[in-house]
């Protein structure tokens, strides 16, 4: 069973700049569209990008882009979510997701806990 490690959450100041990582043990990444995904309170949970080797394909939510760059290392195994430009409005639970279906799916198979982001000064 897939199961997804997110790490990196913290408080961060307006801003500033923030890393996310997002593991597997066990399984290769490259084989899965890995997806990063935000939950604020009161607010249905939002995809924010989202990264498929196999399609080359990248996607970016119209809040972050500019500002947020999804990438992977193949031979750690890893899926960053590097975040610049920090605003108060990027404060949520930050979920890490896989699927093999093509495309971006929004409700994908495989999700991790999530690691929080605070953005305040």
């Known amino acids: 069973q897939l199961q997804l490690v997110e790490s990196g959450g913290g408080l961060v100041q307006p801003g500033g700049s923030h890393t996310l990582s997002c593991t597997a043990p066990g399984f290769n990444l490259r084989l899965y569209v890995i997806g990063w995904f935000r939950q604020v309170p009161e607010k249905e949970r939002e995809g924010i990008s989202c990264s498929s080797i196999k399609d080359d394909f990248e996607y970016y939510n119209a809040s972050v882009k500019g500002r947020f760059t999804i990438s992977r290392d193949p031979v750690l195994n890893i899926v960053y979510l590097q975040m610049n430009n920090l605003q108060p409005e990027d404060t949520g639970i930050y979920y890490c997701?896989?699927?093999?279906?093509?495309?971006?799916?929004?409700?994908?198979?495989?999700w991790g806990k999530g690691t929080t982001v605070t953005v305040a000064s």
């Open positions: 997701a896989a699927d093999q279906r093509p495309g971006c799916p929004v409700a994908m198979d495989h």
